[in-house]
């Protein structure tokens, strides 16, 4: 079974930043590991739906972003350690969220959260103003 565990959030003031990072163990029935997975970045604040922020593709050569982040924010991702990454610069008080790890076990690094086969449990992420 896939498991993901995140970790990195917190409480920052407007315009710091924080790198959020996101584990990958186990593999699917079909044998796939993190290697061969999509990654993405999502995010929920109260009251609101679940809101993609970042992908990336399981080379890591291809990556997405919601347009209230780009220039923000960064996904990157190391295969030989099985983490992504989110890097968050200038964070806004509308950057307040839990933020969620995603994997496409298919290798894809869609904006839909449908799309998404295994989640983690969510890190939080706190902007003061």
């Known amino acids: 079974q896939v498991q993901l565990v995140e970790s990195g959030g917190g409480l920052v003031q407007a315009g710091g930043s924080l790198r959020l990072s996101c584990v990958a163990s186990?593999?699917?029935?079909?044998?796939?590991?993190?290697?061969?997975?999509?990654m993405g970045w999502f995010r929920q604040a109260p009251g609101k739906e679940r809101e993609f922020v970042a992908a990336?593709?399981?080379?890591?050569?291809?990556?997405d972003y919601v347009a209230s982040v780009k220039g923000r924010f960064t996904i990157s991702r190391d295969n030989a350690k099985n983490t992504v990454y989110l890097q968050m610069n200038s964070l806004k008080p509308e950057d307040t969220a839990v933020y969620y790890c995603?994997?496409?076990?298919?290798?894809?690094?869609?904006?839909?959260?449908?799309?998404?086969?295994?989640w983690g449990q969510g890190t939080q992420v706190t902007v003061s103003s």
């Open positions: 995603a994997a496409d076990a298919r290798g894809y690094y869609r904006t839909t959260y449908q799309s998404y086969d295994y």
């Open positions: 186990g593999r699917t029935t079909s044998g796939r590991t993190f290697s061969n997975y999509g």
């Open positions: 990336i593709s399981w080379t890591g050569g291809s990556t």
